[in-house]
């Protein structure tokens, strides 16, 4: 490889790992109240139905977050719009640490759901807009790997800071310092964002064209640069989409196909696992440190399986890598089921579970937000990918709040629950096997033209 292509490569992976912070914090955030939420509750003297809007009050921001940062984006650019996220994580770390009151808290966590919903758009259309094609399925599951990374990490700061003290201390001060810490990696981002550029197809699409092109020629060369810019003017005009675009033409079906994605992505159940995971194995029997050491495993999993997907997406391709994870999702989830059903636990029922993690870990998890990055026409992304982001925040939240219901109901209960989520992984093989088109080795502007075909 000769020194220009080093260079090349070196400029977009920082620019890539920097935004990818932005999945580390998404992860940080979504797991760090896992481990501060009982010692908060006994701080705060709550009851069942306010601990369980302690959990969920990030999810609120989730929603509005996502669907707004489409148009700002567009707006007023990618770059900004990552800075204005990362003020959010480190403005919801200082609150979430000094409330005085249950309503204070509430608040900070729903401005750190801000963030995550805004971040969840953001960040992969950054990665997908400044990635050559040849590189951008390694890069775009980057995201991904800083969620579960974030996720991953916390268990152990979470750890760290309850060994510091006994549990009085924990009730009074512990859990503030687990959240609180969610500042420093915050600061490092806001820092690191002032090294990277701006997206050149964004600033391609504001006319800013010299611009663009200086970026892209450091991102690939020259000649790389002058077939992208040419392929950019050919595609679209410097007018910015409008909302209603959405739902007519060419922009209708990956708007489509984006939103039943990103549903099959959540109903599947990976976040009634990710936030219930103790839950789970304490309901199949097994004692709490069991649980709490079964759920490190399913963190641990999800980590390794991510460099699965950043190994072979660019080989492989995306289609083949879905194929394999959703149908291996489904024969995991049905045997969880059926180890519920005939009251089975230990290490086969968290071999189910891992089962399920990795073909997530390697599929669904991190190539669902590659594929709402790259599949959007450039006059359109931010919106779309809104609106893409806005239905997987909603599912979530559909999944968070039915999964105890659905488990503890004795006409559902664990078995048919797990039943469910596999029947969903299922419809999602079928999903892609029909309608999801291979994205490998293309310019985003050549996936633009598919739909123009279609």
Request: positive net charge.
């Amino acid at each position: 490889m000769s020194t220009k292509n080093i260079s090349s490569v070196r400029y977009v992976l920082f620019a890539t790992c920097v935004t990818a912070i932005g999945g580390f914090l998404f992860g940080y955030d979504t797991a760090v109240i896992n481990g501060a939420n009982s010692y908060l509750k006994a701080h705060m003297h709550l009851n069942p139905t306010q601990e369980g809007l302690a959990a969920a009050s990030a999810l609120l921001g989730c929603i509005p977050g996502a669907m707004f940062a489409g148009f700002l984006s567009d707006r007023f650019g990618r770059k900004k719009m990552l800075f204005f996220c990362a003020i959010l994580f480190a403005v919801s770390g200082f609150l979430s640490a000094i409330p005085n009151t249950f309503n204070q808290f509430l608040a900070a966590r729903i401005i750190s759901g801000l963030g995550i919903g805004a971040s969840s758009m953001i960040c992969p259309v950054y990665i997908a807009e400044i990635a050559p094609e040849k590189w951008r399925g390694r890069l775009g599951t980057l995201f991904q790997l800083g969620i579960v990374t974030g996720i991953f990490i916390t268990l152990f700061i979470n750890s760290v800071i309850q060994g510091m003290g006994d549990t009085a201390w924990n009730t009074a001060v512990g859990w503030r310092w687990m959240l609180g810490m969610e500042v420093v990696p915050a600061i490092v981002f806001i820092a690191l964002l002032f090294t990277v550029p701006e997206s050149p197809r964004w600033l391609a699409q504001k006319g800013r064209e010299k611009e663009a092109l200086d970026i892209m020629t450091r991102v690939d060369g020259p000649e790389h640069a002058a077939s992208e810019m040419a392929a950019i003017r050919d595609s679209a005009s410097h007018e910015e989409g409008r909302f209603s675009e959405l739902f007519t033409g060419i922009y209708f079906r990956p708007l489509l196909l984006a939103m039943l994605l990103a549903m099959f992505q959540q109903f599947c159940g990976i976040n009634a696992i990710i936030y219930y995971s103790t839950k789970i194995f304490e309901t199949a029997g097994g004692s709490t440190n069991a649980a709490f050491t079964s759920s490190v495993w399913v963190g641990f999993t999800s980590l390794v399986f991510t460099f699965v997907a950043i190994a072979f997406v660019d080989r492989a391709g995306r289609r083949p890598l879905l194929l394999i994870g959703t149908a291996v999702q489904a024969v995991a989830l049905g045997l969880v089921g059926w180890m519920f059903h005939t009251q089975q636990n230990g290490i086969a029922l968290l071999a189910c579970v891992i089962l399920f993690i990795a073909a997530f870990g390697m599929s669904m998890g991190p190539l669902t937000w590659l594929i709402l990055s790259e599949i959007f026409p450039n006059k359109v992304r931010g919106r779309a990918m809104s609106v893409a982001t806005f239905v997987m925040w909603s599912s979530n939240y559909i999944v968070t709040q039915t999964f105890p219901m659905m488990n503890d109901n004795p006409a559902i209960g664990p078995a048919n629950t797990f039943w469910i989520y596999a029947a969903v992984s299922l419809l999602s093989f079928v999903f892609v096997l029909g309608w999801i088109p291979e994205t490998k080795g293309r310019t985003l502007e050549e996936i633009e033209k598919l739909w123009q075909k279609a």
